[in-house]
Nanobody, 119 residues
Framework: QVQLVESGGGLVQPGGSLRLSCKAS????????IGWFRRAPGKEHEEGVS????????YHEDPVWGRFAISRDNAKNTVYLQINNLIPEDTAVYYC????????????WGLGTQVIVSS
C-alpha cells in the first residue's frame, strides 16, 4: 500500500523549532520529488512550503525562506522538514506529497501533522 505518513508536529513557542518527518511506505521515496505544503486554520487552500528534487536540489517559498530546510534520508525512506524560528503564521497542518519533479502537482495520501505556534 502506497502511503506517506507525516509526524513531528506539536505546540511550540514563537522562535522555537520542530523537525517534521515524512515517511514513505509501499514505494521508494528516492525515486520522487517530495514536497511539503500546509493548510492554515480558516484557509481554504493549501500553501506550498518546501520541496526537494530527486537530485537533492531544494526549493522554499518566500514566507519560509531562510527558516525552513528540507532534506532526505533515502536509507530511511524519509524526508525531513526542519523548521526554525517559528512564527504564529506558521500554524497549520503540514502535509507531504510526491511527484516526478517539484514543478508538478504533489500527490498526497497522509493525514498531516499539526503545528501550533503560540505563546
Amino acid at each position: 500500500q502506497v502511503q506517506l505518513v507525516e509526524s513531528g508536529g506539536g505546540l511550540v513557542q514563537p522562535g522555537g523549532s520542530l523537525r517534521l518527518s515524512c515517511k514513505a511506505s509501499g514505494f521508494a521515496l528516492e525515486d520522487y520529488a517530495i514536497g511539503w505544503f500546509r493548510r492554515a486554520p480558516g484557509k481554504e487552500h493549501e500553501e506550498g512550503v518546501s520541496c526537494i528534487e530527486i537530485s537533492g536540489d531544494t526549493y522554499h517559498e518566500d514566507p519560509v525562506w531562510g527558516r525552513f530546510a528540507i532534506s532526505r534520508d533515502n536509507a530511511k525512506n524519509t524526508v525531513y522538514l526542519q523548521i526554525n524560528n517559528l512564527i504564529p503564521e506558521d500554524t497549520a497542518v503540514y502535509y507531504c506529497g510526491a511527484a516526478g519533479t517539484c514543478h508538478e502537482k504533489l500527490n498526497s495520501w497522509g493525514l498531516g501533522t499539526q503545528v501550533i505556534v503560540s505563546s
